[in-house]
T-cell receptor
Framework: DSGVTQTPKHLITATGQRVTLRCSPR?????VYWYQQSLDQGLQFLIQ???????AKGNILERFSAQQFPDLHSELNLSSLELGDSALYFC??????????????FGPGTRLTVL | AQTVTQSQPEMSVQEAETVTLSCTYD???????LFWYKQPPSRQMILVIR??????QNATENRFSVNFQKAAKSFSLKISDSQLGDAAMYFC????????????FGTGTRLTVIP
């Protein structure tokens, strides 16, 4: 158990819908990262938040957005869903920016299926 | 852009034998971190081993060790005395030391352990 929690574990929805994935980082970790793992794109970085602020963006679609709240939990919002958005979405947390090591601890993932 | 290449989509090893998984990467940075993650059927991402680029000594964690060749930009994982529980997808990952802290992943190698 990494200490990172993600809900829900599974999500099945229809095209055009909107969903919210939730992540609670390890106690004390300030950084949250979102990754998408799909069959055709592999594991890709989407976005990073540090202490409530966006710090880095990867291959995140405009239909996707995220935020980190004062209690440091994060939500990833996916809208106008398409079949190709079906994937495993991971959240990872780490202690913070600028540290020499900064290992990322991964949550168990949310499996999104778009029908 | 940083790229990570795993040229072996699948590998197999006899139980108790040794296997080496290959990884190469491309970067213009001199300081960075390299990781091997294991993803068993449960889909959890588990850190196996890490290597700091400034360290010449190869990292070792019990039965897992790496062969880090900085000039060649090569980072292979050796698993000794393979066990059935080692069967999983293995991902090589790269992270910059400064700036964006996100991980860049390879496409993975599926390891099968034959009893």
């Amino acid at each position: 158990d990494s200490g990172v929690t993600q809900t829900p574990k599974h999500l099945i929805t229809a095209t055009g819908q909107r969903v919210t994935l939730r992540c609670s980082p390890r106690s004390g970790d300030l950084s949250v990262y979102w990754y998408q793992q799909s069959l055709d794109q592999g594991l890709q970085f989407l976005i990073q938040y540090y202490n409530g602020e966006e710090r880095a963006k990867g291959n995140i679609l405009e239909r996707f957005s995220a935020q980190q709240f004062p209690d440091l939990h994060s939500e990833l919002n996916l809208s106008s869903l398409e079949l190709g958005d079906s994937a495993l979405y991971f959240c990872a947390s780490s202690p913070g920016q600028g540290l020499s090591y900064n290992e990322q601890f991964f949550g168990p993932g949310t499996r999104l299926t778009v029908l | 852009a940083q790229t990570v290449t795993q040229s072996q989509p699948e590998m197999s090893v006899q139980e108790a034998e040794t296997v080496t998984l290959s990884c190469t990467y491309d970067t213009s940075e001199s300081d960075y971190y390299l990781f091997w993650y294991k993803q068993p059927p449960s889909r959890q991402m588990i850190l196996v081993i890490r290597q700091e680029a400034y360290k010449q000594q190869n990292a070792t964690e019990n039965r897992f060790s790496v062969n880090f060749q900085k000039a060649a930009k090569s980072f292979s994982l050796k698993i000794s005395d393979s066990q059935l529980g080692d069967a999983a997808m293995y991902f090589c990952a790269y992270r910059e030391q400064t700036g964006a802290n996100n991980l860049f992943f390879g496409t993975g190698t599926r390891l099968t352990v034959i009893p």
